[in-house]
């Protein structure tokens, strides 16, 4: 069975500062997709980045970057440069042939 | 491109009345997604479709829960009687199964309230 876990229920960063948000997952499969999506206050789901379970490469997009350890099945979310915006709960997600959430992580950014 | 569209955006209603929820998903593609949203469960999956056909409703609370997808271009999921514990936010989304790791993209939910 596919399972998520974000053990981090809210997350303070300092503007300017880099943060990882944790998220591991569990599935016996070897073939899956690894997903962020931002919630802002407003309420709407914003697809950040995404990582295959095949891609060597950690996935990068702008200021996102997924730490994809295979072995540890973790798959963290880095934003670089923290900006007032980026305030807003944050979910990982899995997807074999349907797509699960973690319970996301709330992160505040610190003026 | 419009996104997925989703009506009505808030929806206030009382208690014992139907609810139907609507959605249009993103042209192309051919899964769509029904989530419920709430404090409590978090982000739930509801009912999924490939290709117009229901997939899998394993996630569809009681039959007071029903969905459709009569068309590539648009999905209902009807609540019938609506009861307060189902006031939650509800999103549709929609992916495409040739595009890298099938990404889901989210309507912009909409908001139920029922007295």
């Known amino acids: 069975a596919q399972k998520i876990t974000q053990t981090q229920p809210g997350m303070f960063v300092q503007e300017k500062e880099a943060v990882t948000l944790d998220c591991t997952y569990d599935?016996?499969?070897?073939?899956?997709?690894l997903f962020w999506y931002k919630q802002p206050s407003s309420g709407e789901m914003i697809f950040l980045i995404y990582?295959?379970?095949?891609?060597?490469q950690n996935a990068t997009e702008g200021r996102y970057s997924l730490n994809f350890q295979k072995a540890r099945k973790s798959a963290n979310l880095v934003i670089s440069a923290s900006q007032l915006g980026d305030s807003a709960m944050y979910f990982c997600?899995?997807?074999?042939?349907?797509?699960?959430f973690g319970a996301g992580t709330r992160l505040f950014v610190k003026a | 491109d419009a996104g997925v569209i989703q009506s009505p955006r808030h929806e206030v209603t009382e208690m014992g009345q139907e609810v139907t929820l609507r959605c249009k998903p993103i042209?192309?593609?051919?899964?769509l997604f029904w989530y419920r949203q709430t404090m409590m469960r978090g982000l739930e999956l509801l009912i999924y479709?490939?290709?117009?056909?229901?997939?899998?409703d394993s996630g569809m609370p009681e039959d007071r829960f029903s969905a459709k997808m009569p068309n590539a271009s648009f999905s209902t999921l009807k609540i019938q009687p609506s009861e307060p514990r189902d006031s939650a936010v509800y999103f549709c989304?929609?992916?495409?199964?040739?595009?890298?790791?099938?990404?889901?993209?989210f309507g912009e939910g909409s908001w139920l309230t029922v007295v």
């Open positions: 989304a929609s992916s495409f199964s040739g595009g890298p790791g099938n990404t889901i993209y």
């Open positions: 599935t016996s499969d070897q073939s899956y997709g």
């Open positions: 990582q295959g379970s095949y891609d060597e």
């Open positions: 997600a899995m997807t074999l042939f349907k797509t699960i």
């Open positions: 042209s192309g593609h051919d899964y």
């Open positions: 479709f490939n290709n117009n056909v229901p997939i899998d």
